[in-house]
């Protein structure tokens, strides 16, 4: 399996996960302003929900690549715990991509909440996540 990370970020929370499962599943985690060079089994893709949304950079970064992009497991850091999938899903139809039922989310430091999050045991979790999809 090929495997790819990528991932926007205003804060770094969501980049601490995705060197996290970059780790594991042994590739290098990039912004989404890097391109795919060649077609990947699996994408990670991780970013959070801004304005009750995904950042356009995300969706541009999908409409670009969609050609080399076998399915997309999302992951996400969130001052709220929300995933960004019902507001990414149509758009992964639209480009005819599949998208996992299967994610990680977790809470992320926002202002003064959540603070030290993610912290060492959602890193952890999401190497465990990246792991168990690898089975």
């Known amino acids: 399996m090929?495997?790819?990370?990528?991932?926007?970020?205003?804060?770094?929370?969501?980049?601490?996960?995705?060197?996290?499962?970059?780790?594991?599943?042994?590739?290098?985690?990039?912004p989404v302003?890097?391109?795919l060079k060649e077609k990947v089994d699996t994408?990670?893709?991780?970013?959070?929900?801004?304005?009750?949304?995904?950042?356009?950079?995300?969706?541009?970064f999908l409409k670009r690549n969609a050609d080399r992009i076998g399915q997309v497991v999302l992951f996400g850091t969130s001052a709220s715990g929300k995933s960004t999938s019902p507001k990414l899903k149509p758009l992964l139809q639209e480009l005819k991509i599949?998208?996992?039922?299967?994610?990680?989310?977790?809470?992320?430091?926002?202002?003064?909440?959540?603070?030290?999050?993610p912290n060492e045991a959602d890193v952890q979790a999401a190497k465990a996540f990246a792991k168990?999809?690898?089975?």
């Open 2 to 30: 090929k495997y790819a990370v990528r991932y926007f970020t205003q804060s770094g929370n969501t980049e601490k996960i995705a060197n996290a499962i970059a780790e594991t599943v042994q590739v290098k985690a990039d």
């Open 33 to 35: 302003n890097v391109d």
């Open 43 to 60: 994408l990670f893709l991780g970013s959070s929900l801004y304005k009750f949304t995904y950042e356009p950079a995300v969706g541009a």
């Open 98 to 117: 599949p998208l996992s039922e299967m994610e990680f989310v977790c809470l992320g430091k926002f202002l003064f909440a959540h603070k030290g999050r």
């Open 132 to 135: 168990s999809l690898m089975q």
